[in-house]
Nanobody, 124 residues
């Protein structure tokens, strides 16, 4: 069983909205640091948002104010709501999780579990 599985990607218009979901297996949900990353063609992977065990969140500047990371403990699911989509949001999006939570918001944070990715394409 893949420990993380993303869904909800697809195409959206500029200014539109998409909601990504990531179902995590019960074994790795717990008190984990969770995050969304993305990688556009020809670019390095970048962190988009993260959420720690207490629900504290952090966002990269390019999505701040128009994206929301959240989790549903009852469903073992992580979400990324993206609004006011821009062409530069086009990328493969990955969810990630790690049991080490104290450094959840740090740029040096590494993650032990990764999903397989879901494509987001924003078209004008």
């Amino acid at each position: 069983q893949v420990p993380l599985g993303e869904s909800g990607g697809g195409s959206g218009p500029v200014g539109g909205s998409l909601k990504l979901s990531c179902r995590l297996s019960e074994e790795i949900y717990g008190d984990y640091c969770m995050a969304w990353f993305r990688q556009a063609p020809g670019k390095e992977r970048e962190g988009v948002a993260n959420i720690d065990n207490l629900g504290n969140t952090d966002y990269t500047d390019s999505v701040k104010g128009r994206s929301t990371i959240s989790k549903d403990n009852a469903k073992n699911t992580l979400y990324l709501q993206m609004n006011s989509l821009k062409p530069e949001d086009t990328a493969m999006y990955y969810c990630a999780a790690d049991p080490t939570d104290w450094n959840c918001g740090l740029p040096t944070k590494t993650f032990g579990y990764w999903g397989q990715g879901t494509q987001v394409t924003v078209s004008s």
